[in-house]
């Protein structure tokens, strides 16, 4: 996902929000990932939005992508310059509304945003993980979102919303934990990456992995993979963007010239845009959390953990009202993977919606303002909610 | 709600569980889910129609009727309904059986070609009939199958269901009231709505 944060445009904001930071699986009680290793203790980072009602039944998960963080919505003082990551859509009166939902969205397992990964200590040193930390799992993730869900005392979700590779969390979500959620919202995502998408994955990691700051790994002491990293983002924001929305964006225009320089500096507008947000990522974002984060998506397939290789015996182990939406020009996760999805879900019998949402910007368009997703989810989580109530 | 709707409505028991190709904007699905506890489903191809659904708190999938009841299993539906589309479908027999075969019913609603006004218009002007109804030039026409009520029950015997109930009415396209046809409906009906079950 790319950064589109921007203020609300109406001025409307649920103000300010705290991080907050769970911690567990505590030694000799680490939690066993998928991979078989133990890992522990574990610190999520964490934030809320909203009231949790009496009955406990408005709590609303929403999951990150590659690069978010827990920070969904609002402000962290009063002159942060930035709002959460999905300020457009999670507030008052928005789309995930804050006045009636209870919001909870926290930092996945491998990330750098004050969650446990790669960056972190080892137990009771002052020595960072870097290569020696497991790979972690989408399903690991989840079961660290459901370990933090049940710190706050919450059994059941009424709906667990995400794009991309949030989207898959949401998937796995429906069916590892199916007694705890009533309704998903998979946002462009995929229930098994494409060879595409892996393959662009592979390409951003060797461009990690061959900076010779990587070190295996080891490079927290000194100088970090800065350039590898800026490159894996550049390729990442190409895998974001669509032939038309470059076009429209950028098409031949020189940056902050009238001709070519004849040289390798960055002539078109396209060079820059992909060197400036090369440059802005490493500020904020560890390279080994890439890594990891980009293999778990990899990793990531539904249908050979939940369904022996089929995606219908996947889905039938869930019971959640779906809804999902792709969008026209995403091209990292088109639209015949979210159809092969509702497929399953249809031939299980699931409450399923589905709409393509024509846009022109592909895989981010799941992050830009756009009303008509936010009223599908407004309305989509009103009557998942009242559905719920009557029941 | 079209007067076609409320009738097919009032043919679908509380509790039943509809299936709604070509729903629009979920009229009848809206109307069925709030008056008749019925469970349903509709299936869109426009994405505003499906978003609008879907604000209205229906679940509602974008896609080609055609291949959309194909994954549904057997007999998933007691009611399988496809109104005013049937005129637009390019291979009915196909969407009649998976129809049957994924519904314990189907009702199919659609403009009787052989309406009085549709026989003079071509009899004595020579032109490709316009009607109330049919309200298109030949050449923006959505409509590419010209259906009477007779041809849908010789279509009946063809394809192998049965005709278990037949309405002819006479009312305009987006009317909400109509009348019901019983003397000569062949000629003085505008659409024909008939509730189909299968054959065995």
Known sequence: MSEYIEHDKAGVSIGLVEKKSYTFADPPNEMILECGAKLGPITIAYETCGKLNDDKSNAVLICHALSGDSHVAGYYSNDDPKPGWWDIMVGPGKGIDTNKYFIVCSNILGSCMGSTGPSSHKPKTVEPYGHDFPVVTIGDMVRAQKALLGHLGIKKILSVIGGSIGGMQVLEWSVRYPEMVVSAVPLATTTRHSALAIAFNEVARQAIMTDPNWNNGDYYAGPKPDIGLAVARMIGHITYLSDESMRLKFGRRLQDKSDFSFNFDADFQVESYLRYQGAKFVDRFDANSFLYITKAADYFDLEKQHGSGSTVKAFSKTGAKFLVVSFTSDWLYPTYQSKSMVKAMKKNGLDVSFCEIAAQWGHDAFLLPSERLTLLIRSFLESTYSENRKE | ?200
């Not at chain 2, 007067?3 to 509809?18: H, N, P, R, T």
């Not at chain 2, 010789?154 to 019983?182: C, P």
């Open chain 2, 1 to 200: 709600m079209r007067f076609d709707l409320q009738i097919i409505a009032s043919w679908i028991e509380k509790g039943s569980k509809v299936l709604d190709l070509g729903c629009g904007e979920g009229d009848l699905l809206y109307f069925l889910k709030h008056n008749r506890e019925v469970k349903c489903t509709g299936i869109e191809r426009k994405e505003s129609r499906v978003a609008r659904c879907i604000e209205k708190g229906l679940s509602v999938l974008q896609g080609d009727i055609n291949t959309e009841v194909l994954d549904y299993p057997d007999n998933t539906f007691d009611y399988v309904v496809l109104s005013q589309t049937l005129q637009q479908v390019y291979e009915p027999p196909e969407l009649i059986r998976s129809i049957l075969r994924i519904g314990k019913k189907g009702i199919v609603s659609f403009p009787n070609f052989s309406y009085w006004r549709v026989r003079m218009q071509l009899l004595l002007t020579g032109y490709a009939p316009i009607t109330r109804q049919l309200p298109y030039e030949w050449y923006n026409t959505p409509n590419i199958r010209v259906i009477t009520l007779k041809d849908f029950r010789k279509f009946s015997k063809q394809v192998g269901f049965k005709i278990l109930r037949e309405i002819a009415v006479n009312s305009h396209s987006y009317d909400r009231s109509g009348k019901f046809i019983t003397f000569l409906p062949d000629l003085y009906a505008t659409y024909g709505i008939f509730l189909i079950g299968k054959e065995k």
